[in-house]
């Protein structure tokens, strides 16, 4: 039977009192089983392991998500001798078969939707529409990753030269670390890890420590989809001496690493360093984080761009790369602005994620949450002025008010470090030419957006904002599987662009093969 065209997966209407029914029961199943114990997985080895770490729910603080275990440098070293021992198998395994697992698990992840749901909710606190827009995103990568892959395994075009037989074939690099952020714990994450897979290579996964719960729903749905042991091995625990270990392996191939500027950079300077009995260059995959800007100008849909700016700021607490947390506004509607998003901003509902009726839940931890309060006291300190939020908000979590911080200068510290959290600064410019150039003033190049009417505008835009993923006259996040490959410049990474075509490649090398005709 002929593959179905790829079609992204459609977001489940909560507004659907059958579908509020079965999220709400989801919650409670998940619920009755928290606090239990996960292993490391090397091959089909359990392990358990004296030294634990919990995750808690950042909505709940006190309330045990699961307990895991420490993993050390040993466990790691294992990890990868178990991998490197399963890609000898794996890696001849035709790709018709390998994108079938992918196939299956995203069929497994439909089945199971609710339950994955209820997870992110109670373990990063996102509320009920972002979790399961995580959810339908990981259902994406997978059924997008199978298909790239069959059209990876096919006839690859090479140019004929009379008296040979050529052809092109892409091979698997081999033993891979994949590195997945907490944000989009099983969106990412799995991205990630179904890519180096379905390419025929092997990895050790090593999950976030704020949403190892995920990280073990996602190997569990690859064991039911039938993977074979040693192909995905997981193993929590710290960076140091779980994370650098698996970076600086001698025979890793390659790592895949999602997450903030200073960690991809230690990866980065960490992964280029060969090794004793290492004999090829890591390639390292990185996504790096970003200081996102919306321009709005003088002739935008105002109602438009109020709404598309707070969408951006505020969604999942302004808890992703893509987020924007700079509004650059041209003067000549600046104060309009300003007023405008701080009525709409002060009334957003702030508590717990598992009630529906939060616009917004808790941020992921103390130390997130504390780090957000300080930049808030940096940006008065250096002249900001709040118009709407700037506290922490409730009580039993992580909770932080969605806050705007007016006239912030181009140089701030709010308006050139990533922040991470549901913190808006608007910046005035003189006209569009000066809104552009603030655009670009960062170190960072990840999303972007701009409200304008002005098609010339809108076409300087296209030609001169910096960044990986530009939108206009929309929202700067919900980058789509296969509609919008998503990566940026400069400190944002190495421009993977995860959901695109040109992905895969990340995770393939092209064998050329010639033979001469005899006669």
């Not at 073990?216 to 749905?221: H, I, R």
């Not at 709040?386 to 909770?399: L, R």
């Not at 808006?424 to 009417?453: C, P, S």
Request: proline share 5%; hydrophobic share 45%.
């Amino acid at each position: 039977m002929a593959l179905p065209k790829f079609k992204n997966e459609s977001l489940l209407d909560f507004s659907r009192a059958a579908n509020r029914k079965k999220q709400a029961a989801a919650l409670a199943k998940a619920r009755a089983g928290l606090g239990k114990e996960y292993p490391i997985l090397i091959g089909s080895e359990q392990i358990i392991v004296d030294e634990k770490f919990m995750s808690y729910n950042p909505s709940s603080s006190k309330e045990v998500i699961g307990v895991f275990q420490k993993g050390n440098s040993d466990l790691a070293n294992k990890a990868m001798d178990v991998a490197q021992a399963a890609f000898e198998k794996w890696k001849n395994v035709p790709a018709q078969k390998r994108a079938d697992y992918l196939f299956k698990a995203a069929k497994l992840m439909r089945k199971k939707r609710f339950d994955l749901n209820a997870l992110e909710i109670l373990e990063v606190g996102k509320t009920w529409p972002e979790a399961d827009a995580d959810v339908a995103e990981a259902i994406d990568f997978l059924e997008f990753y199978g298909r790239e892959m069959l059209r990876y395994g096919k006839d690859q075009p090479v140019v004929k030269n009379p008296g040979e037989q050529s052809k092109l074939v892409y091979i698997p690099l081999g033993v891979g670390v994949v590195i997945p952020p907490w944000n989009f714990p099983l969106a990412i994450l799995a991205g990630m890890t179904s890519a180096a897979i379905v390419t025929g290579n092997t990895v050790v996964l090593k999950p976030s420590s704020d949403s190892p719960r995920i990280g073990w729903a996602f190997v569990e749905l690859m064991q039911e989809a039938g993977l074979p042991a040693g192909v995905l091995n997981f193993i929590s625990g710290p960076g140091g001496a779980v994370g650098d270990t698996l970076v600086m392996h001698p025979r890793t191939r390659f790592i895949s690493f999602t997450g903030s500027k200073e960690v991809g950079i230690h990866i980065y300077e960490a992964a280029a360093r060969v090794q004793p009995g290492q004999i090829w260059l890591k390639r390292v995959v990185a996504e790096m984080g970003g200081k996102d800007s919306i321009v709005v100008d003088e002739t935008a849909d105002f109602n438009a761009a109020v709404s598309g700016v707070i969408t951006s700021a505020f969604g999942f607490q302004g808890q992703k790369c893509s987020a924007c947390s700079r509004a650059i506004v041209v003067e000549k509607i600046y104060d309009r602005f300003v007023e405008a998003l701080a009525a709409k901003v002060e009334p957003l509902t702030v508590g717990v994620a598992d009630d529906p009726s939060n616009y917004m839940g808790p941020v992921v931890n103390e130390r997130s949450q504390q780090s957000i309060l300080a930049y808030m006291q940096k940006a008065v300190s250096e002249g900001g002025r709040i118009v709407a939020g700037g506290t922490a908000a409730g009580e039993g979590g992580y909770f932080v008010r969605p806050t705007v911080i007016a006239d912030v200068d181009p140089r701030a510290t709010i308006a050139q470090e990533e922040i991470f959290g549901p913190v808006l600064a608007v910046i005035k410019a003189k006209d569009f030419d000066h809104a552009m150039q603030i655009a670009n003033n960062t170190e960072f190049g990840l999303t972007g957006a701009v409200y304008t009417r002005n098609p010339k505008r809108l076409q300087r835009a296209e030609k001169e904002f910096h960044v990986g993923n530009l939108y206009l006259n929309r929202k700067c996040t919900g980058a789509l599987v296969g509609v919008h490959p998503f990566g940026g410049f400069n400190m944002s990474g190495t421009d993977s662009k995860a959901g695109g075509r040109d992905y895969l490649l990340l995770f393939l090398q092209a064998k050329s093969i010639a033979k001469k005709n005899i006669h």
